[in-house]
Nanobody, 125 residues
Framework: QMQLIQSGGGLVQAGGSLKLACVDS????????MGWFRQTPGKEREFVAT????????FYGDFVKGRFIISRDSTEYTTYLQMSNLTSSDTAVYYC??????????????????WGQGTQVTVSS
């Protein structure tokens, strides 16, 4: 079963850190690109970060500016997003995603076919 299960998130003060996790429970995406997106009410889902199947290549949204790190542990079938120096503008629902067609890191939302359930991140100022 192709399913992504997210954990982490919550409420944090500005300047704080959070780590999100995304488990590939069906062990379906070990050789596929993984990504993180986020969405706020009334806006399109926004690209945050992506990582290749080998973890050798990563890309980030322009707004990240070195504050986030995407990683993956293939032995645990888990992808992480470590977020630091958070600001109120980072408040959003965060989604992990898996591509069914790409092994290299890919930024386009349309290249992702499976999504986690989403997790709320709220940054208080």
């Amino acid at each position: 079963q192709m399913q992504l299960i997210q954990s982490g998130g919550g409420l944090v003060q500005a300047g704080g850190s959070l780590k999100l996790a995304c488990v590939d429970s069906g062990r379906s995406f070990r050789t596929k690109a993984m990504g993180w997106f986020r969405q706020t009410p009334g806006k399109e889902r926004e690209f945050v970060a992506t990582i290749s199947w080998s973890a050798r290549t990563t890309f980030y949204g322009d707004f990240v500016k070195g504050r986030f790190i995407i990683s993956r542990d293939s032995t645990e079938y888990t992808t992480y997003l470590q977020m630091s120096n958070l600001t109120s503008s980072d408040t959003a629902v965060y989604y992990c995603a898996a591509s069914d067609t790409h092994s290299n890191a890919v930024v386009e939302r349309a290249s992702y076919h499976y999504w986690g359930q989403g997790t709320q991140v709220t940054v208080s100022s």
